[in-house]
């Protein structure tokens, strides 16, 4: 049986025909609310990327994350972990990451679930089982059905089931860095009633800079049920992770040796179960319901190594202090007592946090498609409820390095950063959007309305309490115009919101900034980010290519973003900046030159800014004046480069023969802590990627790539810290750079049944 493809950040629910004489033929539609259902794509008031599965598999992308990197649109990776499977999302200036401490903008649901960690918003790459990608949409600007934190744009995956992806297959490939990976998938259905899935997938690398090692499990299960107008589906996913990723190194280390690290280890353990229960129901050929019901458990443990603050006191010879504003402080131990100064317990700490979040969420929603005096209407009306309760648990303790850098503890713990937190959110939305199409003209309107609550409870004492709550309405309003068959004009105003997170509500004060992610202060509290988009533009077809062009603008109210401060690179606190604004022009093309060529090319431009005047500590920023950097309206947000050019072709000169590859280019960027642009950019860099795949029959293929061909030194983000104090004083370069990967190829084969 066939399966329509939807876009949803809920369910995958068929939409009445919006056409109520005569049946429509099954098309590719493209929803624009949590649960489901829409309108068609050429029809949307903004332009969404679409990609599939097989799209996915013939780029044989690392998973997700590294597909969009190479191809889609405006996105661009900060490496700033230095890790395959922890990269920066940025889409259209807006970040989705795992890291703590980025200004979450970008929502991420999978079948309906959003998968934005609920302590930080974050958003773990590596959780998203990428064997059981389906379909995935990529919605642009701050479309308020797509909840919170869909500032610049939103993503949606949806999974596959045993009735669209029947059969058998298994693939692994090998290469360079040590890395392995193995794949395989079955599904099928019993009379077309009964759907079954399973995939799963394993990889594991020795990692190209030393101490590196990566290793991820992710599992996929879906059992489907069919029949007249109901249809019922249950998947779990399970994922198991060991990531190391050392994250930025000194330049002047770098130049001596690409692959290598500053402090080690920096290790993230991942173990998320999700549970998802997902019901379609067609009360008639007008009305649709559709609902799920889901639990999520995500624990997530961090192990980090670092530079200390902490040395032999000054004024106080014997015991270990900390420097606070040029005044000495003698250190207490977890007993209360000071600590005696030993070579033990200087040049290192030990960082570890444990965050165990578990979710459970519903939806609703009903989809009326009805005739108005001979024009099609499409009324979508739902609400979506989300809860979680969160326990973190943070230490820090005192150690040396040796001659690797390696972190060796000490046994001795900071009594003050013993951290134990109980976290609960309530995120309830109801929404609507009416869409009436009038001849070659579609008008659309949505709203959803906003409720948060945070609730914090500290554990050990009352400094961290506090109980929060946001709320805000979010409209939007779109047009598209069919100018012709071939030709079609889009504009629309979207807004949304994004409420502070816990860990944001904990680390807002900058007299006395946190150390992420490992502590937290009683702060004041922060306001919610608004983000207004307007974007307009034209797409169209011809016989050999279909094209986009258009131009955007997001503004955002009360940005939160996080400011570097003090001597460690990881140290500074959240604060509303005030406005921020991303302007913006998309280009793109793509097509096909007879049967065997197919290319494409996206072009972006993008201006990033500052909108208001602020001075913000940076102590480590060589332009900095007294600590401080001074950011004027104008000056470029960091990390966002304003220029992307990713153009690519697929050339099959036989049956059995597919060659391909893909350029990839950008302008630099400025580094994090330099929100004035008193210093230089990050280099920009272009690579090239190349692919091949032969077809020994329908059953059997080997397939190689190669990344980075001509093996160009790059790097893709960048901040300021102090490397004299573990180095020495020869290395005085306050540059702290993520190196990218030097080429590299992979061989694999892969087998369908």
Request: charged fraction near 20%; hydrophobic fraction near 40%; proline fraction near 5%.
């Amino acid at each position: 049986m066939s399966r329509r493809r939807w876009i949803y950040i809920g369910l995958a629910a068929p939409v009445a025909s919006l056409a109520q004489t005569t049946p429509l033929e099954t098309v590719e539609v493209v929803g624009q609310t949590p649960l489901g259902g829409g309108v068609a794509a050429e029809q949307l008031p903004s332009t969404a990327q679409i990609v599939t599965a097989d799209e996915i598999r013939a780029q044989r992308a690392l998973g997700l994350a590294d597909f969009m990197r190479r191809t889609l649109s405006s996105v661009f990776v900060n490496e700033a972990q230095g890790n395959p499977l922890q990269p920066d999302i940025q889409y259209r200036g807006f970040v989705g990451s795992p890291l703590l401490g980025l200004p979450q903008g970008i929502a991420v649901y999978q079948d309906g679930v959003r998968v934005n960690e609920p302590f930080g918003d974050t958003v773990n790459w590596a959780l998203i089982p990428d064997s059981a990608i389906d379909t995935v949409y990529l919605m642009p600007g701050s479309n308020p059905l797509f909840g919170l934190n869909a500032l610049g744009g939103a993503i949606s995956i949806q999974t596959k089931d045993g009735f669209s992806h029947v059969g058998t297959r298994a693939e692994i490939s090998a290469g360079s860095f040590g890395r392995r990976k193995l794949q395989a998938e079955t599904g099928g259905s019993i009379d077309d009633r009964l759907g079954y899935f399973l995939t799963g997938s394993y990889i594991e690398e020795d990692g190209w800079r030393d101490f590196s090692p990566t290793e991820a499990t992710q599992l996929f299960a879906n059992l489907g049920w069919d029949r007249d107008r109901t249809r019922l589906d249950a998947n779990l996913t399970y994922v198991d992770t060991q990531l190391i990723g050392n994250g930025p190194a000194p330049i002047e280390l770098l130049e001596l040796d690409r692959a290598a690290i500053f402090t080690r280890p920096d290790i993230t353990e991942n173990e998320l179960a999700l549970w998802n229960f997902i019901v379609d129901h067609d009360l008639s050929d007008r009305l649709k319901l559709t609902g799920n019901l889901y639990l999520r458990d995500s624990d997530v443990s961090t192990l980090n190594g670092d530079d200390s603050d902490f040395e032999e006191c000054q004024d106080t010879p014997g015991f270990i202090c900390e420097v606070e504003d040029g005044e000495e402080e003698v250190l207490l131990g977890v007993d209360g007592n000071t600590i005696l100064a030993d070579e033990s317990l200087q040049g290192a700490t030990i960082n570890r946090s444990k965050t165990r979040q578990q979710g459970i969420g519903f939806g609703l929603q009903a989809n009326l498609a009805t005739q108005v005096r001979g024009a099609s209407n499409l009324l979508l009306v739902g609400m979506s409820y989300d809860e979680s309760d969160i326990d973190y648990d943070a230490t820090t303790e005192l150690g040396a390095l040796d001659a690797t850098r390696f972190t060796v503890p000490g046994g001795v713990f900071v009594g003050e950063s013993f951290t134990q937190m109980t976290a609960a959110t309530e995120n309830t939305g109801l929404y609507f959007s009416n869409s009436l199409t009038i001849a070659s003209i579609v008008l659309t309107i949505s709203g959803r309305y906003n409720l948060s609550k945070v609730r914090l409870q500290d554990a050990l004492g009352t400094a961290l309490n506090g109980d929060h709550e946001f709320q805000r309405f979010n409209p939007a309003a779109g047009l598209t115009y069919m100018l012709a068959r071939d030709l079609t004009f889009y504009a629309g105003l979207s807004e949304s919101n994004r409420a502070p997170s816990p860990v944001e509500l904990t680390c807002a004060d900058e007299d006395d900034p946190c150390r992420l992610p490992n502590a937290f202060l009683a702060d004041p509290p922060l306001r919610q980010v608004v983000a207004q988009t307007f974007e307009a533009g034209f797409r169209g077809t011809s016989p050999w290519a279909s094209w986009q062009a258009g131009l955007f603008r997001t503004d955002n109210e009360d940005d939160i973003l996080f400011i570097s401060a003090g001597a460690l690179t990881n140290q500074g606190f959240f604060d509303n900046v005030g406005n921020t604004r991303r302007d913006g022009i998309e280009l793109s093309i793509q097509g096909e030159t007879g049967e065997r060529l197919h290319w494409f090319a996206n072009y972006t431009y993008l201006d990033a800014t500052f909108r208001q005047a602020l001075a913000a500590p940076s102590a480590n920023n060589p332009a900095a004046v007294g600590g401080e950097i001074f950011v004027e309206p104008g000056d470029r947000l960091p990390l966002i480069p304003s220029r992307m050019l990713k153009a690519g072709l697929t050339f099959t000169p036989s049956d059995q023969l597919t060659l391909g590859g893909e350029i990839l280019a950008t302008s630099g960027h400025y580094f994090r802590g330099d929100e004035g642009n008193a210093f230089r950019q990050v280099d920009g860099y272009a690579l090239l990627n190349l692919r091949g795949e032969y077809r020994f029959n329908d059953a059997a293929r080997v397939f190689v790539n190669i990344d980075n061909l001509l093996d160009a030194d790059y790097e893709t983000f960048g901040l300021f810290g102090a490397a004299s104090e573990v180095l020495g004083d020869s290395f005085q370069d306050a540059r702290f750079l993520s190196p990218g990967a030097p080429r590299a190829a992979w061989v694999g084969i892969s087998l369908e049944f």
